[in-house]
């Protein structure tokens, strides 16, 4: 099938909340209520940082940046498959080695993250043409993470990852950095079918 065609049936099929893309594997560790505690294996990604005006704004500016590199504006002029869920931290950037760089945080500055599919690898991975884009190895981590649907607004973000904070409270999870976002499905999805989840580094305390 060619990729176009077979783009045009992806997308239609996320209007609805159908997702095709490839995902990072997981095991679930335990269930604490509504949070999920994940455990993600090592991986690999493509990611940018951006400020702009506000939090749109940096959102969309940095998929165009991200989207370039994996439709071919790289060094090879490879297409790379589109995965979910795609990761931004608003307010500072993310480190090279480490999951989160915490720095002062700023309307509209954020780092988004997609994950490359689990055949692009270090060794094989084309180098981007825009200096902006950075190609990283994230190590393995556990996340919780608070799953929910509809709007992407930076209130509806935050209070979602607030919600997940208050959650774990009590629990033997003890949070790392600050929370993040991970989103499923593009902007057309119909927002009550939406997949998003906040999410936070956690380790199991004493």
């Known amino acids: 099938m060619p990729n176009v065609f077979k783009a045009i049936v ?4 996320s209007i609805v909340g159908i997702r095709t893309e490839q995902q990072p594997a997981y095991s679930v560790k335990e269930r604490a209520g509504e949070v999920e505690i994940r455990l993600y294996a090592k991986r690999f990604a493509a990611e940018t ?24 504006k790289n060094h090879d002029k490879r297409e790379i498959v589109m995965t979910a869920p795609v990761e931004t931290y608003s307010g500072r950037k993310i480190d090279m080695t480490a999951p989160v760089e915490t720095s002062a945080a700023s309307a509209g500055k954020m780092t988004m993250r997609f994950f490359l599919p689990a055949d692009v690898t270090p060794a094989n991975a084309p180098n981007p043409n825009d200096p902006r884009v950075r190609l990283c190895e994230i190590p393995a981590e556990t996340i919780a993470v608070l799953r929910f649907s509809g709007s992407w607004t930076p209130h509806a973000i935050t209070e979602k990852q607030s919600e ?41 305390g004493p």
Do not use: C, M
């Not at 991200?66 to 439709?71: G, P, S």
């Not at 593009?186 to 580094?201: D, I």
């Open 164 to 204: 997940l904070l208050e959650k774990l409270k009590g629990t033997k999870w003890v949070t790392i950095g600050q929370p993040f976002a991970l989103f499923y499905d593009p902007p057309f999805t119909l927002p009550p079918l939406r997949r998003n989840e906040a999410a936070v580094l956690v380790k199991a």
């Open 10 to 13: 992806a997308s239609a099929l």
């Open 49 to 72: 940082t951006v400020d702009a005006k506000d939090d749109g704004a940096a959102r969309s500016e940095a998929f165009h940046i991200l989207a370039a590199y994996i439709f071919g």
